[in-house]
């Protein structure tokens, strides 16, 4: 079981769960957390948290691209990938080429008090990797996932699906998104033969989110045709919302983006989202305000500013205030990326008062690193936990009780300069909450009181993880976790979970 204490001022009331594996010093970027690894200055009232035993969730080679939700009983819930042992042929691709296409599942689990309780949504087939996103809309889980018939020149489901389960058990899918145009761009469109209404691979990387009045959102990558290399590089973000999600809206236009989304809505009731484009090398921020997204694109033909400018330029030409230019776009930028970004690496939580604040792995310096604003375009950023190659998979949330942020992330390695490769003797999964003034401190990784919840050396533990926050503050954490059992050399591939209560 882990511990972590937050206290008044005193180290001896701080359990520290071996935050940097060198004994507290720094193993390459690091910046300790004070002397020891601990923080003299906090004011925080003393709270305790402790971790549970791992819980086997599912054994199924499960645990691809999770997501976990409370559920509306105060307990917990997840969503997820299991690979499959089928294969079917599919001729989707141009020219009639037929390939082999593995069939996996999309599953669920739901915690009833006392075991864990798996069962399948829908089969799922896809060349890509897609995302997972669950929510309870009122009692009903409600899950969103690429699904449905294969692109029409692509294998794999080609859709936005979401799927309800009945109160009787068993799952309604639905195509929510089938084509690019439902999210129509129309004369908006930036790019030249109307691209942007053009093609059927749509539901990439969908994140859903609810509002405080109930009401229920969801964004996605679409990819167009699929195939070919301007897909990728002109894709958009867009949003739904609504029955059905039948109000549809473009986020992003014809410029890469729609990676690793990110949605939450602010108490405004207005949606805002933090998204990848591996194209130009960033983390995007985009937000609705009077009904119209921030930033709008360019119109068709027509540069913003400078046409070569680089993310790492930060060059501001002729944007408005906050913004930065890339590549001829005015962008609210969050952070460049030197490299591709690990699958979900981006966070996006929202305060009571508006401040929006993004974890995301910093591929650059491999750390998890913290963004926050109040307008979405001028940032203020800073590390949390520096101890290896730290931060993948970040889950960002707020403590109901303290009202402060806490973190669940994904440790791969110690740190090494030249590589990213993970280590199962050196990952794990982590667990921080912020003890500092806020918002000043935000990125002061000595404000951010971490310990490990598993770090098992037989097994790559939280690779995939995702977690959630009851109204009493417990967090409950799913990961993936890997290993090989040394009786027959089999590979395992598991969903775990952990219960942290605070005392």
């Known amino acids: 079981m882990r511990t972590i204490i937050l206290g008044l001022a005193a180290a001896a009331l701080w359990i520290f769960g071996a935050c940097s594996s060198s004994g507290g010093q720094p193993d390459g970027n690091d910046v300790p957390d004070g002397q020891d690894g601990t923080d003299q200055g906090d004011q925080a009232p003393v709270r305790v948290i402790s971790f549970s035993d791992r819980q086997l969730v599912d054994d199924r080679k499960a645990g691809q691209q999770l997501s976990l939700s409370p559920t509306p009983d105060g307990r917990f819930a997840v969503a997820y990938f299991a690979r499959g042992d089928t294969k079917v042929m599919c001729n989707s691709h141009p020219g009639g080429m037929q390939i082999e296409v593995q069939v996996d599942h999309v599953r669920y689990a739901a915690y009833d008090g006392t075991a864990w309780h798996p069962e399948d949504v ?94 229920v959102g969801v964004v996605w990558r679409d990819l167009h045709l699929c195939y070919a290399q301007t897909d990728q590089d002109m894709s958009d973000l867009e949003y739904a919302e609504g029955p059905n999600f039948g109000t549809k809206h473009w986020v992003d236009l014809g410029r890469g983006s729609g990676d690793f989304n990110s949605l939450a809505f602010g108490p405004d009731g207005e949606p805002a989202v933090a998204t990848y484009n591996g194209k130009n090398g960033a983390i995007y921020f985009s937000r609705r305000v009077g009904g119209a997204w921030d930033p709008p694109p360019p119109p068709q033909g027509v540069n913003q500013c400078a046409v070569n400018a ?138 951010w009181k971490k310990t490990n919840v598993s770090r098992d050396n037989v097994a790559f533990d939280g690779r995939h993880l995702s977690a959630g926050v009851l109204p009493d503050g417990s967090i409950g954490i799913a990961y993936s976790y890997n290993w090989t059992d040394p009786s027959n050399n089999e590979p395992k591939e598991q969903v775990m979970f952990q219960l942290g209560t605070w005392e």
């Open 122 to 215: 829908a089969d799922y087939s896809s060349e890509l990797n897609s995302g997972i996103s669950l929510l309870f809309d009122g009692n009903t889980p409600l899950l969103a996932y690429l699904g449905g018939a294969d692109a029409s020149q692509c294998c794999g489901g080609s859709d936005l699906v979401t799927a309800r389960r009945g109160g009787g058990g068993g799952w309604t899918p639905t195509v929510s998104v089938a084509m690019s145009n439902e999210a129509a761009a129309g004369a908006d469109c930036p790019v030249m033969q109307s691209l942007c209404d053009t093609g059927d691979l749509v539901g990439l990387w969908p994140s859903m989110a609810k509002a405080s009045d109930g009401k």
């Open 310 to 447: 680089l993310c790492t330029q930060n060059l501001k030409d002729s944007c408005p205030d906050g913004q930065v230019c890339i590549a001829n776009r005015c962008s609210n930028l969050i952070s460049c990326v030197d490299g591709i970004l690990p699958d979900g690496s981006i966070s996006l939580a929202v305060d009571p008062q508006g401040r929006y604040l993004v974890a995301y792995f910093d591929l650059n310096r491999k750390n998890l690193a913290i963004a926050h604003s109040t307008d979405g375009r001028t940032w203020t950023r800073g590390v949390i936990d520096g101890d290896g190659a730290t931060g993948m998979s970040p889950q960002l949330m707020f403590d109901p009780v303290s009202g402060m942020p806490e973190v669940v992330y994904y440790r791969c390695s110690d740190y090494n300069p030249n590589a990213l490769n993970c280590n199962r003797n050196q990952d794990g999964v982590k667990f921080a909450i912020f003890t500092g003034k806020y918002p000043d401190e935000l990125g002061t990784q000595a404000k």
